[in-house]
């Protein structure tokens, strides 16, 4: 994830990026990823759009999978 948003030209260096790993889901890993712009050059939306995308390619390259709850209903 850091890789990530390092390459982002938009990122400030200073603070630095951080993931904080925050918890285990009934069906994921849960983390939390801080970053900071400068807002008077960037528009904060438009990077952390360009990170999901970014982050979810990457993660398709890596051979990492998302699973999706599934939930089965039955009527009797």
Do not use: C
């Not at 890789?3 to 990122?11: G, I, W």
């Not at 807002?39 to 999706?68: A, T």
């Amino acid at each position: 994830m850091l890789d990530e948003v390092r390459k982002h030209s938009e990122v400030l260096t200073a603070p630095e990026p951080m993931v904080i790993f925050r918890e285990m889901g009934e069906s994921a890993l849960l983390f939390d990823l801080y970053f900071w712009v400068d807002q008077s050059k960037s528009n904060l939306l438009k990077v952390r759009s360009d990170l999901n995308f970014s982050l979810w390619y990457r993660l398709k390259e890596e051979g990492i999978e998302i699973p999706y709850p599934r939930l089965d209903v039955r009527i009797r």
